[in-house]
């Protein structure tokens, strides 16, 4: 068996490998020599490691018992440092050396770093693996100042996470705008005033003098005279193909090593492939032809026949904080070429593509890339449009899109990446369907990899699918609610609707429960699945409720409990605080709270006591405890505020009073900012309403919890009766769709923000979603007040009754 030796164990090597074993499993030993102490990992989601979205676990491509799986020597954290072509051998910085008869060069590239006076000092890095990410997290919790020198696409993402680290952060640039390489100006200028939205401030065209500081940065001084401040100094201006190994070793080097369209150097048996190699002049830095390098070099060695790598003709499609954008091929605008533009300012989508002789050249969309896929395959086609140019987005009518997605799956060609984030081509999901009888994309997913990442590509390889098989012909992952049944949670609902079923007696005996009284994990979902549904017949089963939601308090480790009445919006009254004050005083109250949510927590208090201090304070539940709306933090708007445009106040405690009591599947948080300052945090947020001149813009799917998420975009409107009909239809709508204990920002993660825009993008369809929540609402009673009244509900909370608290109920929802 011959020997393989890959220098580099990063994406596009393993890649290659990967696909060398399906081709040809057996012909080689193969080793790999990898400069980082872990496994392949996907460095496209470092950023989402950086933003507290994913953990290194989360972000793994092939686990060590992949290797061992395979029969791969790994050699991780250790740096080849010498390679003998004359007698095939590699040596590592651990002095292994390693024979072999085939050598591949996938050593991917360094960060650029600027020769600046004080570059060398503390806290100034690059943004390429893990390392940095744990660099840039640690420094997040000493310092608060972050600059980040660059702003393309490592930039923006860099900057992000620094963001949701809580950091002050400024993107220094040099061009005039963001992403020069991937985005035309109106789309940059598109993507930094949302960038802007977030909290990213920018300082473009700036040429970096000097970095500033004792032993640690301090500062950046700029060629006009200006500075920024800074604790951290990210570096994220580019990229040079690694190639010093090779070049010692007499491999013909130029920016990269230099390569045929075989993969092969000028030296006998040694190859190369990705960042570090060059192909026609070309170095790429993209994940997509680094991966069609990859199947050409693993047909080659495999024995396979193939007509070589022509090159690529790239396209981006990426997601930046939460905005979509695509861009491909040469979008610039010159005398010989003509562009088809649509700007939409109040969705924020923006599209342009660009004709040359009647044949698409290039293209930018933002916002909305639905039309990415088929836009690269006329770019790749070569299709003429001559006359006919507007059908590539409006269609042959002119009045809506081109192609569904049966259409854009026939024109994509078979080598065409789905998932760039894992280079899983059209044929290879295809292949998985036709030939491993995969029939869903869970299964999809499992076998290539597809979609297994940022999700981007999942209704892609959906369409993929139903275009191979049909509709008929496809499975969707039946995975139960809980082990009490192997219904899942649509069944279930189904099955509540279809038979008009009341009770979770009812469920379980129905649909035959293995465990007939149901279990901690399944009695809570049902008792809320029957209450959406049937929100008048359903009695509310309170037995079945978390410990938490049963008191209509929030447990503490020392079996008291904590109280926090409603303030709506954030705003109270001296009499309203001199009551909190009194009643805090009466049942001496050991800690009184401000909450991030603008609201007020008495914390300590006896179990028998709530029902009496309820009655004391006369304030309505402020649901701290529940799987419902907990609060709408609102800034002081245009009441007081010189930046205000609209009266956030007002806006903050209509909403609250109208949405107050309703059950969700998961705690609910809104907010509403009085300008795009966005003091009240509405971009993290399940849902967030921030003012603009002339209207609103609504947010969702954001989270401020330990899965930071910026919210993204829904919709622009402009009175503040649109804000509540879409808000509440998005809410009826979460309710009706999403699982029980998923938060918004998990749901809409799981279905795509596209879904969801579809689901409201009709009138008719909002008002029914609103008529649903509005009968919900209307049959909702403050819980505090409905104990106070009643004898039978008050004996619960006897001094008889006060729980002993195990490690078990202690672990009721938290509050925030």
């Known amino acids: 068996m011959k020997k393989l030796v890959m220098i580099g164990n990063g994406m596009a090597g393993v890649s290659f490998v990967e696909q ?87 050593t991917g590239s360094l960060p650029f770093m600027l020769p600046l006076p004080g570059a060398d000092k503390e806290g100034v890095i690059a943004f390429r693996d893990i390392k940095d990410c744990e660099t840039m997290l640690d420094a997040s919790k000493r310092y608060k100042k972050a600059v980040v020198i660059g702003g393309g696409l490592l930039g923006l993402e860099a900057a992000r996470g620094l963001i949701n680290l809580n950091m002050e952060v400024s993107v220094v640039h040099i061009h005039h705008y963001l992403m020069e390489r991937q985005l035309d100006e109106t789309a940059a200028k598109l993507l930094q005033a949302e960038l802007e939205r977030q909290g990213i401030k920018f300082l473009l065209s700036k040429n970096s ?19 920024a401040e800074a604790d951290l100094l990210v570096m994220a201006v580019g990229i040079k193909a690694n190639v010093g190994v090779a070049k010692e070793a007499g491999v013909e080097v130029n920016r990269g090593i230099v390569v045929n369209d075989y993969m092969e150097t000028n030296t006998p048996n040694v190859y ?58 040469d979008f610039s605008d010159s005398p010989e070429t003509r562009a088809l533009r649509v700007q939409d300012d109040l ?98 997913k499992a076998c290539t990899k597809a979609s297994g990442s940022c999700g981007g590509c999942k209704p892609l390889v959906e369409a993929i699918l139903l275009a191979t098989v049909g509709a008929d012909n496809v499975s969707a992952v039946k995975e139960g609610i809980c ?64 410990v938490n939601e049963r008191n209509h308090a929030n447990i503490q480790k020392d079996g008291t409990f904590s109280v926090v009445p409603r303030i709506y919006g954030g705003v109270t009254t001296p009499e309203d605080l001199k009551r909190i004050a009194e009643v805090a005083e009466k049942y001496e109250v050991p800690l009184v709270k401000i909450t991030g949510g603008q609201r007020i927590d008495l914390l300590g208090v006896k179990k028998e006591d ?45 909403m609250e009073k109208k949405f107050e009591r309703l059950n969700t599947p998961h705690k609910v948080k809104l907010a509403v900012s009085g300008c795009p300052r966005n003091c009240a945090e509405s971009t993290i947020k399940d849902l967030g309403v921030i003012a603009i001149d002339g209207g609103w813009e609504l947010y969702v799917a954001g989270n401020g919890g330990t899965k930071v998420r910026a919210a993204e975009l829904l919709v622009k409107v402009k009175t503040e009766e649109e804000v509540l009909e879409w808000t509440g239809a998005y809410l009826q709508y979460y309710r009706e769709d999403a699982h029980y204990l998923e938060r918004t920002s998990e749901w809409a993660q799981r279905i795509g923000l596209d879904a969801v825009k579809k689901a409201l993008e009709k009138k008719e369809d909002r008002d029914a979603l609103n008529a649903r929540i509005d009968t919900t609402l209307d049959l909702m009673k403050d819980p505090w007040q409905q104990i106070i009244e ?27």
């Open 20 to 106: 060398l074993l399906k081709l040809n499993p057996n012909r080689y030993e193969v080793t790999i020599i990898g400069a980082e102490p872990h496994p392949n990992y996907n460095r496209i989601m470092l950023s989402s490691v950086l933003a507290g979205e994913a953990t290194m676990e989360d972000i793994v491509l092939n686990s060590w018992e992949w290797y061992k799986e395979n029969n791969i020597q790994l050699h991780a954290g250790q740096t080849a440092t010498a390679v003998d072509t004359a007698n095939r051998t590699v040596t590592t910085d651990q002095g292994i050396t390693v024979e072999y008869d085939e050598l591949v060069f996938a």
């Open 209 to 227: 003098d000097t970095i500033i500081g004792g032993d640690r940065v301090e500062g950046l001084t700029f060629k006009d005279g200006t500075m």
């Open 272 to 329: 190369a492939l990705g960042e570090c190699a060059e192909h026609r002049g070309m170095v790429y830095g993209l994940v997509a032809p680094l991966y069609e390098q990859g199947a050409i070099l693993a047909k080659k060695l495999a024995g396979v026949d193939s007509e070589g790598y022509k090159g690529s003709v790239l396209s981006t499609k990426l997601k930046i904080s939460g905005v979509n954008v695509f861009s491909a091929g």
């Open 347 to 444: 969705d924020g989508v923006y599209k342009k593509v660009v004709f040359r002789d009647g044949k698409v050249q290039g293209a930018v969309l933002f916002g909305d890339t639905a039309d990415g896929s088929k836009l690269f395959s006329y770019m790749r086609s070569g299709e003429d449009f001559s006359g006919r140019e507007k059908e590539v987005l409006f269609g042959a009518s002119g009045g809506g899109n081109a192609s569904g997605p049966e259409d854009l799956v026939k024109a994509m060609s078979g080598d065409e990446i789905v998932c760039g984030c894992n280079g899983v081509t059209k044929d290879t999901i295809v292949e998985s369907i036709t030939e491993k009888g995969c029939v869903s994309v869970q299964e999809i």
């Open 483 to 546: 082990g009490c049944t192997s219904h899942s949670r649509d069944e279930v609902v189904e099955s509540i609707q279809r038979m008009r079923l009341t009770t979770s007696r009812e469920v379980m005996a129905v649909l035959d429960w293995a465990n007939p009284e149901g279990c901690s994990k399944c009695r809570p979902a049902l008792n809320y699945y029957l209450g959406m549904v049937w929100p008048a017949e359903h009695e509310d089963e309170q037995e079945s409720r978390f």
């Open 610 to 654: 709530l029902p009496k201090m309820w009655k004391d304070l006369d304030m309505p539940s402020g649901y701290a405890y529940g799987k419902s709306l907990r609060t709408v933090k609102t800034c002081v708007g245009n009441t007081f505020c010189r930046f205000g445009t609209q009266d956030a106040i007002k806006m903050g405690i209509d």
């Open 790 to 816: 009643d004898d039978g509900l008050r004996s619960a909370f006897d001094a008889l009754t006060a729980p002993v608290v195990t490690e078990a109920a202690a672990a009721g929802e938290p509050k925030a």
